[in-house]
């Protein structure tokens, strides 16, 4: 299958999910995830309709879009980091990227705010919430959720759009579904406290439909659109 068929088979899916859980399918938007993929590739992927594309590493990712843009000058695609971000490139990501998904701590949310002040960027994020109790994983704890929310809000150059999480990895999607189901009565936690959280980032290619049926507006797809990863 080629990389056009298989967005294809992906936005048709996404559109599937909505539908059978009572949502409105123009509400979720697909981030093509692009790491390691090559840029031809991605151009390809552009070319059959993909307009997000998320990257995991902020030289790859900077490397990639410079590339892009000399290859496809006119067109307006969006760039998210999905991947751990550390604070000394946070400038870099600044620069890069329209969407980071992944803020786990006050002081990386001050590092980006100080380098998004100096470029005059009202930079949007995501924060992103550990739900499983994996020392390797990245992500704010629950508890302290409210907290990292609070000190973000007071940040001028941040504007925050919402949560994203990224489950352990189960061969049956059902079993990521209290990870999604949890992400997002964490969100509504923070609504009624009167943050803006409209954004819910969860779904991978292995489990975006059952994401979408607990509220994903950000799937996060790699394999099923570029194929497997050789590294
Ligand atoms: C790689 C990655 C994805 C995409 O994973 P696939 O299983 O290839 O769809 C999504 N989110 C994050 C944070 C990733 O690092």
């Not at 695609?77 to 620069?95: M, S, Y």
């Not at 001028?156 to 579904?177: H, I, Q, V, W």
């Not at 959280?197 to 994903?216: H, K, Q, R, Y």
Request: net charge positive.
């Amino acid at each position: 299958m080629g990389i056009a068929e298989a967005l294809r088979k992906v936005q048709a899916q996404i559109i599937n999910a909505a539908i059978r859980s009572g949502r409105n399918p123009a509400d979720i938007k697909l981030v093509a995830v692009s790491k390691t993929v090559e840029v031809l590739e991605v151009i390809k992927a552009m070319q059959a309709g993909a307009v997000i594309f998320g990257e995991n590493r902020v030289q790859e990712a900077l490397k990639k879009s410079q590339e892009f843009r000399v290859k496809i000058q006119d067109k307006k695609v969006e760039w998210h980091l999905i991947g751990n971000l550390q604070k000394n490139k946070a400038r870099t990501a600044v620069d890069l990227f329209d969407l980071i998904h992944s803020i786990d701590s006050i002081a990386l949310a001050e590092e980006i705010d100080k380098h998004a002040r100096k470029t005059g960027k009202k930079q949007r994020v995501l924060v992103q919430v550990k739900l499983a109790d994996e020392a390797a994983k990245h992500g704010i704890a629950e508890n302290n959720l409210m907290d990292l929310l609070t000190k973000i809000a007071g940040m001028n150059c941040l504007k925050l759009e919402g949560l994203m999480t990224m489950p352990p990895y189960f061969e049956d999607s059902e079993k990521a579904r209290p990870y999604f189901r949890r992400l997002k009565q964490l969100a509504d936690k923070a609504i009624k406290k009167g943050f803006t959280v409209n954004e819910l980032s969860m779904g991978m290619s292995n489990d975006f439909e059952v994401a979408i049926e607990e509220g994903a507006t950000l799937v996060r797809v790699g394999t099923a659109i570029f194929g497997e990863r050789s590294y």
